[in-house]
């Protein structure tokens, strides 16, 4: 069973980049002069509120005719994507003098709704042949006004579209705002508007293939690139020589206890016993709560399974800018192929601990991360839904999702853990356990959980937080993030330091003749998640500039469901490296 499993999840994964990549070319488009070149509008929304955004109709713009909804992949909705034909007629090749869109007399009403949202900072996006453009709604004028009450307030109403062409493709497309050219809007009276805009069409020498290398330069400047690369590099090896002094420790220690123990086994057979070799009959005595505990392990290989794969998709090309949704798609897909490993881990480790309820186990597993996502989506999807914005789920995506999930999630999760339980592998325990476990000493506060954790997630956080800033820059603002080859260099980096320190907190608690190290050594892996929860409170209060019950409950409730994965993949990091570890120093001395 699992060996038919493996290429149906390769073979999958190989059909979804090939739909990306298709997506990716489907506007690969050769026009000829005067044809309507498609462009849309998209949405508008707070500029510091990156996941608070409305349709564009939203608002009482016209329209020069029947509007029309651009169909959307999973992926796009999700992203918050609602793409619909725009008022301006870009006819290829076509340029074009302050022709008039459509007219429109706003209320009082409306007029009050223009100003509340150019006091906002609104921006619009449009896409044009599959290339982004934005803008602002309006502008304030502040100049030499103290107090806000004489504030003006202006809508914009003429853009300049400036297109580039090579042949018969469009290259790139940019659109300026007519700062002359505006509403005034201070005063809650009617007024007329007439939307307009000009067309500019230019000839450029960059090939087609090249159109969207604009897009990522804003990453990747030679300047900005060096200042990332250099403070990577400080950050690494910082933290590299850290681990090594600490592994260097851990080394000449544990080959003095391989060579003490071995006196001590030559001199006096009877001479008791002291450190880790001292509680060999209790260090694999199989921990409480072993349902739980395999539970997280098989959620935390899937979701480490699934970031593997998503470094792949992004390494290849996948993920360049502005491909809509295509993570949010990759993150769907590969969730649901990768669920059978999640109930292979869990229920092959749960048998190995001589559970035997792994139906309820597996079950467990199933619920561990996707219970809590659950929750907090429907909690977001409600606000979303209050304040009639696109984050707002549509009911058809939520059954295309829970489709996904009842047909694809859950069978995979069932197959994993009945292949997971006919394995009949055994727990390797080189030492025999006692009947009776030993009583652990009273042990000084800084060895107690908490704080073992604390130092267990502040080494790999500080080799991750300059890269943070870059990832939330992208995620929650509007930088473009390129450079995957450093976030996996950084992703590396942080495994391997995640399960050194885990390895040498397991080793003084071992020595300190403390037994219980299953728990403490996943609670250890994973505590960087918490520490970068901790970034979180940070950078809202003091890196951004989003306000608002939506966006920062959706800030702090996703967020939270990210930081959880990382708790359950690293924690399984940390586990797994103890766990080796531990099997490795007790085969290598004598225990009666």
């Known amino acids: 069973m699992e060996k038919k499993l493996v290429p149906c999840l390769v073979v999958s994964i190989l059909i979804f980049c090939g739909v990306t990549h298709v997506r990716s070319d489907a506007s690969d488009h050769r026009y000829k002069v005067g044809e309507d070149v498609p462009l849309y509008v998209n949405k508008v929304g707070p500029f510091h509120n990156p996941s608070e955004t409305y349709r564009y109709f939203d608002l009482p713009f016209c329209s020069s005719g029947p509007t029309k909804d651009k169909k959307e992949a999973l992926g796009e909705v999700l992203n918050g994507d609602r793409l619909v034909t725009a008022p301006y007629k870009l006819d290829f090749l076509n340029d074009k003098d302050s022709e008039i869109a459509c007219r429109k007399r706003l209320t009082k009403e409306q007029v009050a709704q223009f100003r509340e949202v150019v006091s906002k900072d609104y921006y619009f996006q449009m896409y044009y042949d599959d290339l982004p453009i934005w803008g602002f709604l309006g502008k304030v004028d502040k100049e030499g006004k103290n107090d806000p009450s004489e504030y003006k307030y202006y809508l914009f109403k003429h853009l300049h579209f400036t297109i580039f062409y090579n042949k018969d493709r469009v290259i790139e497309i940019t659109a300026q705002s007519d700062l002359n050219n505006v509403v005034d809007l201070t005063e809650d009276k009617e007024v007329d508007v007439e939307f307009m805009y000009s067309v500019k069409w230019k000839e450029t020498e960059i090939p087609f293939e090249k159109r969207m290398e604009k897009y990522s330069q804003s990453s990747s400047l030679p300047h900005h690139l060096e200042i990332h690369w250099f403070s990577i590099i400080n950050s690494c090896v910082t933290v590299l020589l850290l681990t090594g002094f600490l592994a260097t420790i851990l080394m000449r220690v544990l080959k003095n206890d391989f060579v003490k123990y071995a006196h001590d086994e030559e001199s006096a057979e009877d001479q ?321």
């Open 272 to 592: 008791e016993e002291t450190g880790w070799k001292y509680i060999h009959g209790d260090v694999f005595r199989y921990p409480k709560y072993k349902s739980l505990l395999a539970a997280a392990v098989g959620s935390g290989t899937q979701l480490f399974t699934l970031t593997i794969f998503l470094f792949m998709l992004a390494l290849v090309g996948v993920f360049y800018p502005y491909n809509r949704g295509a993570l949010f798609t990759a993150l769907v897909v590969l969730y649901a192929l990768t669920a059978g490993i999640a109930g292979y881990t869990a229920a092959s480790f749960f048998c190995q601990l001589e559970g035997t309820n792994w139906v309820r186990n597996l079950l467990l597993t199933g619920a561990l991360f996707c219970g809590p996502l659950f929750l907090t989506f429907c909690f977001l999807n409600t606000v979303a839904i209050a304040y009639s914005a696109t984050a707002a789920l549509p009911f058809g995506t939520i059954v295309v999702i829970f489709l996904i999930w009842a047909l694809v999630t859950t069978p995979l999760l069932v197959l994993g853990g009945i292949a997971g339980k006919n394995s009949k592998a055994e727990f390797q325990a080189p030492v025999r356990t006692t009947k009776y476990p030993r009583e652990i000493p009273q042990l000084p506060w800084y060895r107690k959980t908490l704080p073992q954790m604390a130092m267990a997630g502040f080494l790999p956080f500080s080799a991750i937080y300059i890269e943070l800033y870059y990832i939330f820059a992208s995620v929650w603002g509007h930088r473009i993030y390129t450079i995957y080859s450093i976030l996996f260099i950084v992703f590396i980096i942080l495994l391997i330091v995640t399960a050194f320190i885990t390895v040498a907190l397991t080793y003084f608690q071992l020595a300190a003749e403390d037994h219980e190290w299953w728990w403490r050594s996943f609670l250890c892996g994973g505590s960087t998640g918490l520490f970068i929860y901790g970034y979180c409170l940070y950078y809202y209060y003091a890196r951004s500039d989003m306000s608002g019950f939506m966006q920062t409950s959706f800030f702090f409730g996703y967020m939270a469901c990210v930081c959880y994965g990382f708790f359950l993949m690293l924690g399984t990091i940390g586990f797994r490296a103890s766990l080796f570890f531990v099997r490795h120093i007790y085969r290598s001395i004598k225990c009666e």
